[in-house]
């Protein structure tokens, strides 16, 4: 799925065999431009959709966890985005775990991960134009595989 809005605050939780910190945003003003999910399913996520991402901190009986996942960092809410996501049973995470997630400043994007040579090309492109890219990139994979 390939979507863009405006990132809430966040709210983290544990993941259901309390082995990973998850940190959820609610995504406002969600545009789809790419979808594999039927029309109806879609329409119900727009008013609502959360974008899952790995990593966080929580407080469980007094005690702080921190998980942090280098590759990204965190995102900054009430900031918009442009995400490539992958739907994991109900959640909406970020394709390749830290991989789907590209800031919209104006009409750019900015790449935020932390790994030399992934997607430097996108670096202060057109938004429309990334998204054309990412959705050429989708479906060359599809008929690949």
């Known amino acids: ?13 544990l993941s259901d065999d309390q082995m990973e910190v998850y ?56 900031t918009e985005y442009l995400l490539l996501l992958r739907r994991i049973d109900n959640s909406y995470f970020l394709a390749g775990d830290y991989y789907g997630a590209f800031q919209v400043t104006g009409s750019t994007v900015t790449n935020p991960v932390q790994k030399p040579g992934f997607a430097e090309e996108l670096n202060g492109k057109p938004v429309t134009e990334v998204e054309q890219t990412l959705l050429a990139r989708i479906k060359a994979a599809h008929a690949v595989g």
């Open 1 to 13: 799925m390939i979507v863009r809005g405006v990132l809430d605050e966040p709210a983290t939780r």
């Open 23 to 78: 940190t959820e945003y609610h995504l406002r003003n969600a545009v789809t431009s790419y979808s594999a999910l039927s029309s109806a399913v879609q329409a119900g996520l727009q008013s609502r959709l959360t974008v899952t991402v790995l990593g966080g901190t929580v407080t469980i009986n007094g005690l702080t966890f921190t998980r942090v996942h280098g590759a990204l960092g965190s995102l900054k809410p009430n």
